[in-house]
Structures are given as structure tokens and as C-alpha cells.
């Protein structure tokens, strides 16, 4: 089991950026795939960002590339979700997760470990 723990969420105002960590106590993220993924209000859960365990190849939704990215430093065990230039559509709670799968890893179904997710709220 892998417990992944994300932070940083909270009030953000539009046009601001926020930096969201995710990490795993006792575990070696490198070896794993990450991605983040976000559930707006009344809407479904969407995909954001991912990167593989080496972090040489990123992934991101089409309509957010250039205000997001996904960096991670492995030697920290941390990999992180970089917003830019925030949005009111950007209010969700936020979720990390970690898989073993090399690709597709747009799809929230090949993903075995989910963190319990942090609030974004993004306000005027």
C-alpha cells in the first residue's frame, strides 16, 4: 500500500499560482508514475498532469498546457503540480496519485494509489 499525502491547497486568488506537493511517507516515488487529477464541484474527476518515474517525459490535458506543469524531485520524494495565471474553473479538490503503468497515464483507471485530495478555491 502506498499512502500518498498532498498540501498547499486553500484560497488562492485569480491570477495568482499555487504549488501543490505530494509525497510518500516511507516510499520511493521514483519508482512509480504520478499523476495529478481534478474534481470540480458537480463535475467529474479530470485529468491534469503526469510524469514518469524519471521524469523525463510529462504529460498534461490539452486545454492547460503552458499554465501547468508537473515537476518532481526525487531526491526530495516529492513531485509537485505548478498552476500559473489561476482560474475560477480551477476551483476542485486537487489529487495525486501513483501508478507502475509507463503510459496512458491519462487515464484515472490505471492508477492504484490515490491521495485523499486537497481543497483549491480560487477567488475574485
Known amino acids: 500500500q502506498v499512502q500518498l499525502v498532498e498540501a498547499g491547497g486553500g484560497l488562492v486568488p485569480a491570477g495568482g499560482s499555487l504549488r501543490l506537493p505530494c509525497t510518500a511517507p516511507?516510499?520511493?516515488?521514483?519508482?512509480?508514475?504520478m499523476g495529478w487529477f481534478r474534481q470540480a464541484p458537480g463535475k467529474e474527476r479530470e485529468f491534469v498532469a503526469a510524469?514518469?518515474?524519471?521524469?523525463?517525459?510529462?504529460y498534461y490535458a490539452d486545454s492547460r498546457k503552458g499554465r501547468f506543469t508537473i515537476p518532481r524531485k526525487n531526491a526530495k520524494n516529492t513531485v509537485y503540480q505548478q498552476t500559473n495565471s489561476l482560474k475560477h474553473e480551477g476551483t476542485a479538490v486537487y489529487y495525486c496519485?501513483?501508478?507502475?503503468?509507463?503510459?496512458?497515464?491519462?487515464?484515472?483507471?490505471?492508477?492504484?494509489?490515490w491521495g485523499q485530495g486537497t481543497q483549491v478555491t480560487v477567488s475574485s
Open positions: 516511507g516510499r520511493t516515488l521514483s519508482r512509480y508514475a
Open positions: 510524469i514518469t518515474g524519471s521524469g523525463r517525459s510529462t
Open positions: 496519485a501513483a501508478t507502475y503503468y509507463r503510459d496512458l497515464l491519462s487515464a484515472g483507471a490505471n492508477y492504484g494509489y
